[in-house]
């Protein structure tokens, strides 16, 4: 027998990711943090559907943060907006740590941190129409043509957003990087389910990697799009 197998039998191919999971350095204290604190902030990543009326005790506008890096953008929303609850979404332990801190600093009770890809948290753990805004602030570019197939940004992951975000509601997304801005904003305005944008919005802090750009001479484009 031969030890190819038919089409229809081979093991589909793994999703490409978007992100390197780096073994950076982890603090002391974010070690503790993430022992101490994860309790009481963290969401562990199961395949199942989250249950946010329970997770918050209300019902309230939530917001998810994809790749939110050391958290100091996410804590500063959710403090400023004690309405909404949040949702932050990142890989990297030296980050979700970081936020541990900060958020036990300022005794947040409206914020939740997964440590995991942001893709399977969507699809598996997100319910349809639960979000009111998703914000994804200076994703990876991976700048070299041969590595565009590895961005968050493509047509699948528009549909995937179109899906969990409630009518009405948006898709928050800030680059430094002008080639995926392009990208972005074809990729976004192709999906009927989202209108056009607009670069009227709040105020926010600035985040580590746009200050990084910004030293870089890079321009800052920022959109939110409408999920009709």
């Known amino acids: 027998m031969s030890a190819n197998k038919p089409n229809n039998q081979r093991l589909s191919r793994p999703r490409i990711k978007s992100f390197v999971r780096r073994t950076g350095r982890v603090t002391p204290a974010q070690k503790r943090a993430l022992e ?17 009326m329970k ?22 929303m959710a ?18 740590g970081h936020c541990l801190l900060r958020l036990h600093e300022q005794s947040l009770t409206n914020v939740r941190l997964i440590r995991h890809d942001a893709i399977d948290v969507l699809r ?10 998703i914000n994804l602030f200076f994703p990876d570019p991976w700048p070299k ?6 961005r968050i940004v493509q047509a699948d992951f528009i549909t995937l957003l179109g899906r969990k ?7 928050h997304a800030a680059t430094d990087w002008a080639n995926y801005a392009e990208h972005i904003d074809e990729t976004v305005t192709a999906d009927p389910i989202f209108s056009s944008s607009t670069t009227n919005f709040t105020q926010r802090p600035e985040t580590k990697f746009e200050l990084r750009g910004k030293n870089l001479g890079h321009e800052i484009w920022e959109r939110i799009y409408t999920r009709v």
């Open 36 to 52: 101490q604190y994860w309790p009481a902030y963290g969401l562990n990543y199961e395949p199942s559907q989250l249950d946010l």
């Open 55 to 76: 997770i918050f005790g209300r019902n309230a506008k939530c917001i998810l943060e994809i790749g939110f890096g050391n958290g100091e953008l996410l804590v500063s």
């Open 79 to 96: 403090t400023a907006n004690p309405q909404n609850d949040y949702i932050g979404v990142e890989v990297h332990e030296a980050g979700v």
């Open 124 to 133: 598996q753990q997100i319910p349809d129409q639960a979000l009111h805004g």
């Open 145 to 150: 043509k041969r590595q565009h197939k590895r």
């Open 165 to 171: 975000i409630k009518p009405g509601g948006y898709f």
